[in-house]
């Protein structure tokens, strides 16, 4: 009879795991298209065996524990891709506006230079004439608020990144305080020898958006926790302790700081990864030199400009005599710190008469040696520092925004399929197939059915041998 029992026994135990494998096939099935989810599988082992006279006999079958279908090499070369992917996705949208402000058509300021430079020009063949001048005056203020426009552009798409950053935060605070829970919720589970599969998939799912937005790395740490930190080694999680970071707007930039138990510490660029790093690369590197170019032109042009033209001769509307000294641009050579001189380029005068357009004192009617040297300048001057004239210098800059733009399209698209092939590598390895599920499940259920049957057949030996003993 106690052979029957342990019999009864095995049966009852293969029924069970089977029925436990059945549900979690049932949960892989019903998680297929779950993002972050990880294919489980119920670890099988037998139950050991018991001495009965001269040899053992099993005692059936357990499930030891469910475990979930996980590469750590995978995942660490699919993070890695997040992170590249993040910081190509960073730099895209702003260099999408700065292909549309320094674009190649005839709408853009070095239309606005050659027209300036023509006006003086057309006034070389008639130096006396009110219409000319009007003209030469009218083009000067126009070339200042092309000017002025494209800082203005720039300094908006400044603002739209510092506000993406902003914005950005609350959402990064978020996920990083979820994964310091998560890690103590799975502590907490796996010190009793569990497996918390679920926490496990929603951490790693957080840390690829971690990755991708500030290029997190993560290890693991001596209690079993993913310690979460930033590229320049500063900690965003330990434990179940979560990090603070918080924007701090100074003028025109916001920045970053990091709460440490209490410490505030600066976030510099170099300390970060992913989309916030290429944001603030575009920010504080390729616009700021885009707009410190920007100056450069302002500057020299206007200097050029007005070099000449303090020598020039007009004849002064007050005394009807001819006069000289009169700066064409207000000087932008020296402004107050924080003034940007492409934003403060204005003509010095509101009446066309102060144009100087002859060379000699006389200022006779026909003089346009002024005009002719000022003319000459679009051609013949070279920008401060450079080789290159006010056409060439402006190209080189709408050349370096096409060039970063290409490189940037060309980066982000092998980045995402990089990303892609990884993803469906890891989908490969621990997503869950249809198929494989569905020969797991055949598998299972013919196996309760065995199970059932065995304890059938248990239970009739076990009323045949009540019924010899009755």
Do not use: C
């Not at 190509?88 to 402000?101: D, I, M, T």
């Amino acid at each position: 009879m106690a052979g029957l029992l342990d019999a009864l026994n095995a049966g009852k135990t293969s029924l069970s795991t089977n029925q436990k494998s059945i549900e979690i096939v049932g949960n892989n099935v019903a998680n297929v298209n779950t993002a972050g989810y990880s294919r489980q599988r119920a670890e099988l082992i037998q139950i050991p065996a018991v001495n009965f006279g001269d040899f053992f006999i099993g005692q059936g079958v357990s499930v030891s524990d469910v475990s979930r279908d996980y590469s750590s090499f995978v995942s660490r070369q699919l993070q890695e891709s997040f992170i590249a992917y993040g910081e190509e996705q960073g730099r895209s949208n702003p260099l999408a506006e700065l292909e549309r402000l320094f674009n190649v058509s005839e709408d853009n300021l070095a239309t606005e230079v050659d027209k300036f430079f023509d006006a003086w020009q057309e006034l070389t063949t008639n130096p006396s004439g009110q219409v000319e001048r009007d003209i030469v005056m009218q083009r000067g203020q126009l070339l200042g608020d092309n000017f002025r426009q494209l800082s203005d552009e720039l300094n908006t798409i400044t603002e739209n990144i510092n506000t993406e950053i902003i914005g950005g935060v609350s959402a990064l605070n978020e996920k990083i305080a979820e994964v310091a829970r998560l890690n103590d919720r799975i502590r907490q589970v796996e010190i009793s020898g569990q497996s918390a599969n679920a926490a496990r998939d929603q951490r790693d799912l957080i840390v690829q958006d971690l990755s991708e937005t500030l290029g997190v790395q993560t290890y693991t740490d001596n209690r079993g926790m993913l310690a979460v930190q930033l590229p320049g080694g500063l900690p965003l999680v330990q434990g179940d302790t979560a990090m603070t970071i918080k924007t701090v707007t100074t003028g025109t930039d916001v920045d970053l700081q990091l709460e440490i138990a209490g410490v505030t510490r600066d976030i510099s660029r170099e300390e970060l990864g992913g989309s916030f790093r290429g944001m603030y690369e575009i920010r504080d590197v390729f616009i700021d030199g885009l707009h410190n170019d920007l100056d450069t032109l302002a500057v020299d042009l206007t200097s050029s400009v007005n070099d000449l033209h303090d020598d020039g001769y007009f004849i002064d509307p007050g005394t009807g005599l001819p006069a000289t000294g009169q700066l064409f641009f207000n000087d932008i050579t020296a402004l107050p710190p924080g003034i940007r001189p492409s934003r403060s380029i204005e003509v010095a005068f509101s009446d066309s008469r102060y144009v100087a357009a002859a060379k000699l004192d006389t200022a006779a009617a026909g003089d346009n040696g002024i005009a002719l040297e000022i003319a000459a300048l679009e051609t013949s001057h070279q920008v401060s520092g450079t080789t290159d004239n006010y056409d060439a210098f402006f190209s080189k800059m709408v050349s370096r925004v096409g060039i970063e733009a290409n490189r940037n399209n060309l980066a982000l698209k092998g980045a995402e399929d990089a990303k892609v092939q990884l993803q469906n590598l890891r989908d490969g390895f621990s997503g869950v197939s249809l198929e494989e599920e569905m020969i797991d499940l055949i598998q299972y259920q013919r196996g309760f059915e065995s199970s059932a049957k065995f304890l059938s057949t248990v239970d009739e030996m076990m009323n045949a041998l009540l019924q010899l003993k009755g």
